[in-house]
């Protein structure tokens, strides 16, 4: 079915308005703009649920929707495809994924399991089982940490998937559900709120919000352009997609079936030289 432009934009916004709602109001933490640097090309098709740079300018993604779902290598500038791999379990809902020590953990929705592959290669390496719901997934260099939509975030060992952590995450006191995909930056984790134009800036120490990252504008474009190549936005077509690109000290942000992959510059984030997008020291 086909429908009006201007009726799915408004179906979009009032989508994530109503879930908005549920996010508290910022009051003492402070609301960021981010600052477009670069525009590169996304694939239209591609539902992101997971997203990170791994240097000399690739990132892998990871998709979702059942019969669609993989994990990918793309090129930033030109938006290309260079390899890629379907969820192995082919009736999954495939979600976020997280690159660690040279190994792409990817999870799924419901099913319980995360497949890991080769970063290089894509080749599929094993497999874990968890409880309960996988969204998003990151990694502060050592161990893994995961999202389920609740208001608690998980860090789990790489080699087990045990988890050995947990922390509820609040924002002026109050638990912050619907965390979805997740980025490790320079000490804090910053998660996408599903259905909302904000992301979360996460003290992993506390669980409190420090900041908010408002990308609304990023929306508007993303939408605007999808409009106008005849092909609108629906209303689950969010921002959902983080990645760090430590050496230009930038963020790369896009959304589901968005056109555009953005890079930002976000306040706070700084470059870090002779580091790559795996958290690697180059020599």
Same mark, same amino acid.
């Given at each position: 079915?086909?429908?009006?432009p201007?009726s799915?934009?408004t179906?979009l916004l009032?989508?994530?308005?109503?879930?908005a709602?549920?996010v508290?109001p910022?009051?003492?933490?402070?609301?960021l703009?981010p600052?477009?640097?670069?525009r590169?090309?996304?694939?239209?098709?591609?539902f992101?649920q997971g997203?990170?740079?791994?240097?000399?300018g690739?990132?892998?993604?990871?998709?979702g929707q059942?019969g669609?779902s993989g994990?990918?290598r793309?090129t930033?500038r *030109?938006? $290309? #495809? &260079?390899? +890629?791999?379907?969820t192995?379990?082919?009736?999954?809902f495939?979600?976020g994924?997280a690159? @660690?020590a040279g190994?792409a953990?990817?999870?799924?929705?419901?099913?319980g399991?995360a497949?890991?592959?080769?970063?290089?290669?894509?080749?599929e390496?094993?497999?874990?089982?968890y409880?309960?719901?996988?969204?998003?997934l990151t990694?502060?260099?050592?161990q893994l940490?995961m999202?389920?939509?609740?208001a608690?975030?998980?860090w789990r060992?790489?080699? *087990?998937? $045990? #988890? &050995?952590? +947990?922390?509820?995450v609040?924002?002026?006191?109050?638990?912050l559900r619907?965390l979805?995909? @997740?980025e490790?930056?320079?000490g804090?984790?910053?998660a996408?709120?599903?259905l909302?134009d904000?992301?979360?800036?996460i003290?992993?120490q506390t669980?409190?919000v420090?900041?908010?990252i408002?990308?609304?504008?990023l929306?508007r474009?993303?939408?605007?352009q999808?409009?106008q190549?005849?092909?609108?936005l629906?209303?689950?077509?969010?921002p959902?997609?983080?990645a760090y #690109?430590?050496?230009r000290g930038t963020?790369?942000i896009t959304?589901k079936?968005w056109g555009?992959?953005?890079?930002v510059?976000?306040?706070?984030?700084k470059v870090e030289?002779?580091?790559?997008?795996?958290g690697?020291?180059?020599?």
């Amino acid at each position: 079915m086909r429908v009006h432009p201007a009726s799915a934009l408004t179906a979009l916004l009032a989508a994530s308005a109503a879930v908005a709602q549920t996010v508290p109001p910022p009051a003492s933490v402070p609301v960021l703009t981010p600052t477009v640097v670069a525009r590169y090309p996304h694939d239209r098709a591609a539902f992101t649920q997971g997203l990170q740079y791994v240097g000399d300018g690739v990132y892998v993604e990871s998709t979702g929707q059942v019969g669609e779902s993989g994990v990918r290598r793309v090129t930033l500038r *030109t938006g $290309r #495809v &260079t390899g +890629s791999v379907p969820t192995p379990l082919a009736t999954a809902f495939g979600e976020g994924v997280a690159v @660690l020590a040279g190994v792409a953990y990817h999870l799924t929705w419901q099913d319980g399991v995360a497949f890991t592959f080769d970063a290089a290669t894509l080749k599929e390496t094993g497999q874990y089982r968890y409880t309960g719901e996988g969204w998003g997934l990151t990694t502060n260099g050592k161990q893994l940490i995961m999202s389920s939509g609740s208001a608690t975030l998980v860090w789990r060992d790489p080699k *087990t998937f $045990r #988890v &050995t952590r +947990s922390l509820a995450v609040t924002a002026d006191g109050q638990p912050l559900r619907n965390l979805n995909e @997740l980025e490790y930056v320079q000490g804090s984790v910053y998660a996408n709120i599903w259905l909302s134009d904000r992301i979360a800036r996460i003290d992993p120490q506390t669980g409190k919000v420090t900041a908010w990252i408002d990308v609304s504008d990023l929306t508007r474009q993303a939408s605007m352009q999808a409009i106008q190549s005849g092909r609108p936005l629906t209303f689950d077509d969010v921002p959902n997609g983080i990645a760090y #690109v430590p050496e230009r000290g930038t963020l790369l942000i896009t959304g589901k079936r968005w056109g555009t992959m953005f890079e930002v510059k976000v306040p706070g984030v700084k470059v870090e030289s002779g580091v790559t997008g795996q958290g690697r020291v180059r020599r």
